[in-house]
């Protein structure tokens, strides 16, 4: 769903002749401006939220402060403190593409001014680019079976002490026309481990069956499989694929994904491309041997691979692994490399990860939606499977009612916003 943003009636119109929808004048940061309200009872001074010019609902002045607390750019930075060539570098964001050693300048901002700089710039173009449209969407563990045996992740083959799960189409289907029609989510991710029990008949099957009872966006998020799976699961409705290059650097990703090969992922996520999947792709922050240089280079690869979705998130040591012992990604270079992520694709949907949020609590919500993210991604795997999930341990499970409250239900308007920022994201 989008997140619908609250402003003040400063007036309204009157137009003499009852129609249900009136015309309003509104007051928010970015001024005085006449929208639409869908419904009747509305006085000046009231608080209400809207979306794509559109008032949807009347709320609280103090349910609107609270958000907009959230929302609001950061304070301005004094830039007069900032070293020439870092100023140069945000300056020419706007007019060209940063070299690779730009990035990495970028990434090396120290704290305090340079990196206020940077996330408030993030912001700002996120303001000016896609104005106040931030989404609201799930995501359905489906399995936490998995085949392969990437080092750093709690549900790898090799983990034998954990509790496994799979759910049943059924049950996934069932979870999907929840979450779209009661608490009005417009775009699911359904994720698993690599796990070939569900085949691609049945994938088809799920997708076919979810369409035919809903008006959502299906990202697919399965793992390694065939082009001619990802040719099915487009033609029975699928519109999008999280899938994650993990790391650029070939020596890095070979060392930490036994029997895998980063061409071979690549080609496929290109395959991907072609098919006419949306894609949401990324890395891992804090991979053993990483240096800035390589997350300069993974930056580089999200945009050349087009992405629609930037995913990015840190590591997080988990117990089962291999790399229990290996320190966790650090939260500023992912609010770093989030905000140079929309420097470099300004129209990207970039959700704050929940690797982040695990980090850094609600606060990293609210760090990531002022450092140029634009999206949040909610855990609705049924709960009596969700703490069987173990990716990393204690992932982060917020204040999903709170967020939820201002997401804007109305089906078709919600939908349409969404469709068309999807195909915008990478426009230029
Ligand atoms: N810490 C953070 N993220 C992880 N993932 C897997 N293991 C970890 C971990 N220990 C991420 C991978 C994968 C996604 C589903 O979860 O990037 O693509």
């Given at each position: 769903?989008?997140?619908?943003?609250?402003?003040?009636?400063?007036?309204?119109?009157?137009?003499?002749?009852?129609?249900?929808?009136?015309?309003?004048?509104?007051?928010?940061?970015?001024?005085?401006?006449?929208?639409?309200?869908?419904?009747?009872?509305?006085?000046?001074?009231?608080?209400?939220?809207?979306?794509?010019?559109?008032?949807?609902?009347?709320?609280?002045?103090?349910?609107?402060?609270?958000?907009?607390?959230?929302?609001?750019?950061?304070?301005?930075?004094?830039?007069?403190r900032l070293d020439s060539v870092f100023l140069e570098i945000l300056k020419a964001c706007h007019t060209r593409e940063l070299r690779r050693e730009e990035i990495i300048r970028l990434l090396h901002a120290s704290e305090g001014v340079e990196m206020e700089a940077l996330l408030s710039e993030a912001n700002t173009i996120r303001q000016a680019r896609l104005r106040d449209f931030f989404c609201i969407h799930g995501i359905i563990e489906f399995s936490s079976h998995c085949v392969r045996n990437c080092l750093y992740c709690g549900l790898r083959r090799d983990s034998n002490d954990i509790q496994r799960y799979r759910m049943r189409p059924d049950?996934?289907?069932?979870?999907?026309?929840?979450?779209?029609?009661?608490?009005?989510?417009?775009?699911?991710?359904?994720?698993?481990?690599?796990?070939?029990?569900?085949?691609?008949?049945?994938?088809?099957?799920?997708?076919?069956?979810?369409?035919?009872?809903?008006?959502?966006?299906?990202?697919?998020?399965?793992?390694?499989?065939?082009?001619?799976?990802?040719?099915?699961?487009?033609?029975?409705?699928?519109?999008?694929?999280?899938?994650?290059?993990?790391?650029?650097?070939?020596?890095?990703?070979?060392?930490?994904?036994?029997g895998q090969s980063y061409d071979e992922r690549i080609a496929l996520?290109?395959?991907?491309?072609?098919?006419?999947?949306?894609?949401?792709t990324g890395f891992l922050i804090g991979l053993p041997g990483q240096t800035v240089e390589d997350i300069a280079d993974d930056i580089i690869t999200i945009k050349s691979l087009g992405a629609n979705m930037v995913t990015v998130g840190p590591f997080i040591p988990s117990d089962v692994t291999p790399l229990a012992l290996h320190p966790a990604g650090s939260a500023a270079m992912t609010l770093k490399v989030t905000a140079i992520s929309r420097l470099l694709t300004p129209k990207a949907k970039i959700p704050v990860t929940t690797a982040l949020?695990?980090?850094?609590?609600?606060?990293?919500?609210?760090?990531?939606?002022?450092?140029?993210?634009?999206?949040?991604?909610?855990?609705?795997?049924?709960?009596?499977?969700?703490?069987?999930?173990?990716?990393?341990?204690?992932?982060?499970?917020?204040?999903?009612?709170?967020?939820?409250?201002?997401?804007?239900?109305?089906?078709?308007?919600?939908?349409?916003?969404?469709?068309?920022?999807?195909?915008?994201a990478f426009e230029e």
């Open positions: 769903m989008c997140l619908t943003i609250p402003a003040k009636v400063i007036s309204v119109e009157d137009s003499g002749d009852n129609l249900p929808l009136k015309r309003i004048t509104i007051r928010d940061s970015r001024g005085e401006r006449s929208i639409t309200a869908l419904f009747e009872d509305i006085r000046a001074g009231d608080w209400v939220l809207y979306a794509s010019d559109m008032a949807v609902e009347k709320i609280s002045e103090d349910d609107a402060r609270e958000i907009l607390e959230l929302l609001e750019p950061r304070s301005h930075i004094d830039i007069s049950e996934i289907v069932n979870s999907v026309y929840d979450a779209v029609n009661r608490r009005g989510y417009k775009l699911i991710v359904l994720q698993s481990g690599d796990d070939f029990y569900y085949t691609d008949d049945m994938l088809c099957d799920i997708i076919r069956k979810i369409k035919e009872k809903c008006r959502v966006f299906i990202f697919m998020s399965v793992g390694e499989r065939s082009r001619t799976s990802y040719e099915k699961m487009k033609d029975a409705g699928a519109n999008g694929v999280l899938f994650r290059f993990e790391t650029s650097n070939k020596a890095i990703y070979n060392s930490i994904h036994p996520l290109l395959e991907m491309k072609k098919l006419g999947y949306f894609i949401a949020e695990t980090i850094e609590n609600e606060a990293g919500r609210k760090l990531g939606l002022s450092s140029g993210a634009n999206a949040l991604m909610f855990n609705l795997t049924p709960e009596k499977y969700r703490g069987d999930y173990m990716i990393y341990p204690n992932k982060y499970h917020g204040k999903e009612e709170f967020w939820e409250k201002y997401g804007l239900y109305k089906e078709e308007l919600s939908y349409k916003m969404l469709e068309k920022k999807m195909s915008e």
